[in-house]
């Protein structure tokens, strides 16, 4: 396999992997803006615009977009995140010029149309509807909202129906025009493809994008405050979400924050999982986290239990952080370490998975890292890194809590801030 990349004139980049063993390719458009590059009064228009642009072009109508890549077998699709959004396909490597030209058409030429646009907005406000529903969104939700208080990074992805109902075509432009330029998309393509052959079909058929945004693309500082935001409701189950400010990409910590979340609850053999869920039974649900943004981080343990469960739940998470900044041993270390490389290296039997694997690569680092270079990184991580990053991450910095369900034997928000001290004492849970 073989990863090549072409920078084109327009300032388009175009990366392929080709997989000769393959009869399909898996390719799409990666754009380095997501919720987080909306203004103040654009909250929702990103995800609204990922809707919109299979909504019709000025040569393809929505219905034929979407049987032109059905006709031959092919799906594709688009997902907006906080800080990206993409659109993929997956088809038979005969036909990547044709899933190449429909992801150009949607890109370059949606017409928005003002019916087609009304319709959309009232499927969103039934997906808004449905996560609401869902306690397991709702929590994640309102953690982000209260780590980063009145921020954009904190603010949710759908946007909220007020704002959804909002917006006009005009407005979806003004953020397309601002945040889909070259300098910003990547286009990649992993599978049965040709890099010489796949790079001119790009060059032809998106040539229109712009090269310069039309205003200042929107990124403001990141600024973890932490926070406390509850919600009870008549559920069967509590859904708790413990955090802290985690490591941005380029921090020296990131693959190290990468380590302790597995080690604490990266699988069934990690801490949380064997003393919370296997020895005390006291959770369904456990595991923890380690998200990655451009200037800040989350790491987050997250647990589903009976709310008579919560008076000892959190005692026996927060001991466990704690024994985490005293001893991590070897053994967990390299189990870690095996845990991700296995998961790299089965992510790159799949094209899907490799493609988008290459392309967030390329919107962090600029390049494609090679298997070695992520592993070298890994290989210098220490127990002594481990445990003294635990130390700051869970005791230095204020926490975040989010929960939902029958709340009414939580501990309150001042006895979780004092157990996550390095003078507390630790909380014993009866065994």
């Given at each position: 396999?073989?990863?090549?990349?072409?920078?084109?004139?327009?300032?388009?980049?175009v990366?392929?992997?080709?997989?000769?063993?393959?009869?399909?390719?898996?390719?799409?458009?990666?754009?380095?803006?997501?919720?987080?590059?909306?203004?103040?009064?654009?909250?929702g228009?990103a995800?609204?615009?990922?809707?919109?642009?299979?909504?019709?072009?000025?040569?393809?109508?929505?219905?034929?977009?979407?049987?032109?890549?059905?006709?031959?077998?092919?799906?594709?699709?688009?997902?907006?995140?906080?800080?990206?959004?993409?659109?993929?396909a997956?088809?038979?490597?005969?036909?990547?010029?044709?899933?190449?030209?429909?992801?150009?058409?949607?890109?370059?030429?949606?017409?928005?149309?003002?019916?087609?646009?009304?319709?959309?907005?009232?499927?969103?406000?039934?997906?808004?509807?449905?996560?609401?529903?869902?306690?397991?969104?709702?929590?994640?939700?309102?953690?982000?909202?209260?780590?980063?208080?009145?921020?954009?990074?904190?603010?949710?992805?759908?946007?909220?129906?007020?704002?959804?109902?909002?917006?006009?075509?005009?407005?979806?432009?003004?953020?397309?025009?601002?945040?889909?330029?070259?300098?910003?998309?990547?286009?990649?393509?992993?599978?049965?493809?040709?890099?010489?052959?796949?790079?001119?079909?790009?060059?032809?058929?998106?040539?229109?994008?712009p090269?310069?945004?039309?205003?200042?693309?929107?990124?403001?500082?990141?600024?973890?405050?932490?926070?406390?935001?509850?919600?009870?409701?008549?559920?069967?189950?509590a859904?708790?979400?413990?955090?802290?400010?985690?490591?941005?990409?380029?921090?020296?910590?990131?693959?190290?924050?990468?380590?302790?979340?597995?080690?604490?609850?990266?699988?069934?053999?990690?801490?949380?999982?064997?003393?919370?869920?296997?020895?005390?039974?006291?959770?369904?649900?456990?595991?923890?986290?380690?998200?990655?943004?451009?200037?800040?981080?989350?790491?987050?343990?997250?647990?589903?239990?009976?709310?008579?469960?919560?008076?000892?739940?959190?005692?026996?998470?927060?001991?466990?952080?704690?024994?985490?900044?005293?001893?991590?041993?070897?053994?967990?270390?390299?189990?870690?370490?095996?845990?991700?490389?296995a998961?790299?290296?089965?992510?790159?039997?799949?094209?899907?998975?490799?493609?988008?694997?290459?392309?967030?690569?390329?919107?962090?680092?600029?390049?494609?890292?090679?298997?070695?270079?992520?592993?070298?990184?890994?290989?210098?991580?220490?127990?002594?890194?481990?445990?003294?990053?635990?130390?700051?991450?869970?005791?230095?910095?204020?926490?975040?809590?989010?929960?939902?369900?029958?709340?009414?034997?939580?501990?309150?928000a001042?006895?979780?801030?004092?157990?996550?001290?390095?003078?507390?004492?630790?909380?014993?849970?009866?065994?």
């Amino acid at each position: 396999m073989k990863v090549e990349c072409t920078r084109l004139p327009s300032g388009l980049t175009v990366v392929t992997e080709t997989m000769p063993h393959l009869e399909s390719v898996a390719l799409g458009v990666w754009i380095k803006s997501g919720s987080r590059n909306e203004t103040a009064d654009e909250h929702g228009i990103a995800h609204l615009l990922e809707h919109m642009a299979f909504k019709g072009t000025a040569r393809r109508t929505a219905r034929e977009i979407a049987e032109e890549i059905e006709n031959v077998g092919g799906e594709v699709n688009a997902a907006t995140s906080t800080e990206t959004t993409s659109y993929y396909a997956r088809v038979l490597k005969d036909h990547v010029p044709l899933a190449t030209d429909i992801l150009a058409d949607i890109l370059t030429e949606s017409e928005f149309d003002e019916e087609e646009l009304s319709r959309e907005k009232h499927v969103i406000l039934q997906e808004i509807g449905a996560a609401n529903d869902t306690p397991d969104d709702v929590i994640f939700d309102k953690f982000s909202e209260a780590a980063y208080r009145d921020q954009t990074i904190g603010r949710a992805i759908l946007g909220t129906p007020e704002t959804v109902m909002s917006f006009q075509p005009e407005q979806i432009r003004t953020y397309l025009g601002r945040n889909y330029t070259t300098d910003r998309m990547f286009v990649v393509a992993a599978g049965a493809v040709d890099h010489s052959d796949f790079v001119r079909d790009v060059e032809k058929r998106f040539s229109s994008l712009p090269q310069t945004p039309s205003a200042p693309p929107v990124l403001e500082v990141a600024n973890y405050t932490g926070g406390d935001v509850r919600e009870t409701r008549d559920l069967m189950d509590a859904q708790v979400l413990l955090g802290f400010e985690g490591k941005a990409y380029h921090a020296r910590d990131f693959y190290c924050s990468q380590i302790l979340a597995n080690i604490l609850g990266g699988g069934m053999s990690s801490r949380l999982f064997q003393e919370v869920r296997e020895h005390r039974g006291l959770c369904y649900s456990v595991y923890a986290f380690h998200w990655g943004f451009s200037d800040t981080g989350i790491f987050g343990i997250h647990a589903a239990t009976g709310g008579e469960n919560l008076p000892e739940l959190l005692p026996v998470i927060i001991e466990e952080l704690r024994k985490s900044a005293d001893r991590i041993d070897q053994q967990e270390i390299d189990r870690a370490r095996a845990q991700i490389r296995a998961q790299l290296l089965m992510g790159q039997e799949s094209p899907a998975a490799r493609a988008g694997q290459i392309a967030r690569q390329m919107m962090l680092y600029g390049r494609p890292i090679p298997n070695d270079e992520l592993m070298e990184r890994l290989q210098g991580i220490t127990v002594d890194r481990l445990t003294d990053l635990a130390g700051r991450l869970f005791f230095d910095t204020r926490p975040t809590l989010s929960a939902i369900g029958p709340l009414d034997q939580l501990a309150s928000a001042g006895d979780i801030i004092g157990s996550l001290t390095r003078s507390a004492q630790p909380q014993r849970a009866a065994s």
